[in-house]
Structures are given as structure tokens and as C-alpha cells.
């Protein structure tokens, strides 16, 4: 079954603590055609992840304004967590789709004479926000610089090489300080390109999480965008979005999902007849409970 996107989004309700991170989440994966097609045919074994897949064909389905997220997933409380937390523990439990994927090659050599080469597959790339308003592409390729320790005691400085290209791109901002002994919030964002190029691979940006107010009293957001349109999705108010973070409020990026530039024209999306059924039996289920 094909379908289109849904213009204006749909609004998310989550009355759970720390509820708007997860609605955040779901809105930013809901926004990757082919992990939610992968979902559709592919069913999880993760109960998270299952719930998730019937979520996606709510959203599909429905004619409402919003929906509520709890409802699928009160097996999961997300008072514990952050949005970047959440979507690693949902990407890395998806271990066949390599829609988002990426592959590293690191070789480390070190002055000892030790060698290693190590091939690493990481769903999210991590990169820190230091309070410097620096190009995403640059903060993006030093990330790509780690540092390791030899057995014998050097630490080694070693970058990583890119092997693939996936679809999509997400990238997670490391948005904390220490002062005084105490962890603080950065107050300013990365910067927020809307292209950049990874792996000699042009990528533009389809979604974004961010963070506003302090460390310990945020509130999370999503924007989104569909037919060359943005949207902000906070909770259940979804509108147009004028492209600029709120800094009064000290709205930083968290979270950032490119997409690769195809020439061809993307397809729509796609849902099995099986996700369709696992979907009602749910709902009979829910009902009898």
C-alpha cells in the first residue's frame, strides 16, 4: 500500500513524564520513508520497536489532528532519558536496516609498534557543542578524530575513515558544560546547515530535535521538512516554522536527520498488508483490556 505524506504533520500527545522527547523522536523517525516501510514488512522483535510499527500505521490511518503516543507506548517510560538516548536504543535494536547505517574504518598504529584496524557500524554520529559557532561539516569531520589508549599506556589519536553513504544521517549534539563541578546546558546551538557533505556525499537536512530552557526544566521540540515546507511540531501545536530557533529561550539542536539528494524523485511511502493487521488486533486488544 502506497501513501502520501500527511501536510500539516500530526500532532503527538504524551502526558508521561518527559513525554514531548519521545513524541520528538516519533516524529523525526516517522519522517524516514524507508525505515518505517523497513518496520512495516520486517516486524521486530523488540517490543518498543513493535509498538512503534503499529504507531506508524496510526499515523497513517488516521483523520485526527493528534494522536497519542502513550497509547502504543506505555511499555516504555520516559522518565529516564533523552531524546538521542531513545533513538539509539530504537535504531541499534533494527539491526537489518542499513538505511541509516554507517560503516567506520579505523586504524590505529602506535609508536610501540602495535597496529589494529577496526570496522565499527554506528546508527548515530556524535558530535559536541562547544559554544563555538562552528560549520556543522567542520564539527562533523572533527568528530571523526577519536582518541584510544594503547596497552601501553600512550594514548593514540586516530582518525576514522567513512566507508558508505546511507540514506539518511543522524547526527546527535553533545549540548553540556561543566562549570564549578556542575553540569550546565550550552545556551548557544550548533549551527544548523541545511546541506552538508559527508563521505563526499551531498546530504540535506529533513528533521531536527531541540532542546529549550535549562538542563533540568527543557521541554523538547520537532521540526520537520515535508513538500519543501518546515513545520514545527511541539506536541500537538504543529505550524509553519520560520526557520529561526527561539534564543531567548535557549533553544538548541539535540538532534539532526539528513537525507541524501537524489536526482530521482523519492518514492511514497510504503506499508504492508501485515503491519495493517498487527494493527487492529492490537486495537481489539486494547479494547477487550
Request: proline share 3%; hydrophobic share 30%.
Amino acid at each position: 500500500m502506497e501513501l502520501s505524506e500527511r501536510v500539516p504533520p500530526i500532532g503527538l500527545v504524551n502526558n508521561s513524564y518527559n513525554g514531548c522527547y519521545v513524541n520528538s523522536c516519533i516524529q523525526l523517525l516517522f519522517s524516514m520513508k524507508s525505515f518505517v516501510s523497513y518496520l512495516s514488512f520486517n516486524p521486530p522483535n523488540n517490543e518498543i520497536l513493535q509498538r512503534i510499527r503499529l504507531l506508524f500505521v496510526d499515523l497513517i490511518n488516521t483523520t485526527l489532528q493528534s494522536i497519542n503516543t502513550f497509547y502504543f507506548l506505555d511499555c516504555y517510560n520516559p522518565q529516564y532519558g533523552d531524546p538521542n538516548e531513545f533513538l539509539v536504543q530504537v535504531l541499534e535494536q533494527c539491526e537489518q536496516c542499513n538505511c541509516y547505517e554507517m560503516s567506520l574504518q579505523c586504524d590505529i598504529s602506535c609508536e610501540c609498534g602495535k597496529t589494529d584496524t577496526v570496522i565499527s557500524k554506528e546508527p548515530v554520529l556524535l558530535i559536541r557543542n562547544n559554544g563555538i559557532q562552528l560549520d556543522l561539516s567542520t564539527q562533523l569531520y572533527s568528530s571523526l578524530f577519536r582518541e584510544f589508549h594503547c596497552s601501553c599506556g600512550r594514548t593514540v589519536n586516530v582518525q576514522l575513515k567513512s566507508l558508505n553513504s546511507p540514506q539518511y544521517l543522524i547526527i546527535s549534539v553533545e549540548n553540556i558544560k561543566i562549570v564549578n563541578n556542575k553540569i550546565e546546558k550550552q545556551t548557544k546551538s550548533i549551527s544548523q546547515n541545511r546541506e552538508i557533505t559527508y563521505n563526499k556525499t551531498k546530504y540535506s537536512l529533513k528533521s531536527m530535535i531541540t532542546h529549550i530552557n535549562g538542563y533540568d526544566n527543557g521541554h523538547c521540540r520537532n521540526y520537520v521538512k515535508i513538500q519543501n515546507r518546515w513545520y514545527c511540531c511541539d506536541d500537538t501545536n504543529v505550524y509553519p516554522w520560520n526557520e529561526q530557533l527561539e534564543e531567548k529561550v535557549n533553544e538548541v539542536v539535540t538532534t539532526f536527520l539528513f537525507e541524501k539528494k537524489e536526482e530521482e524523485p523519492q518514492s511514497k511511502l510504503i506499508i504492508s498488508q501485515q503491519a495493517i493487521l498487527d494493527y487492529y488486533l492490537f486495537l481489539k486488544e486494547k479494547q477487550n483490556n
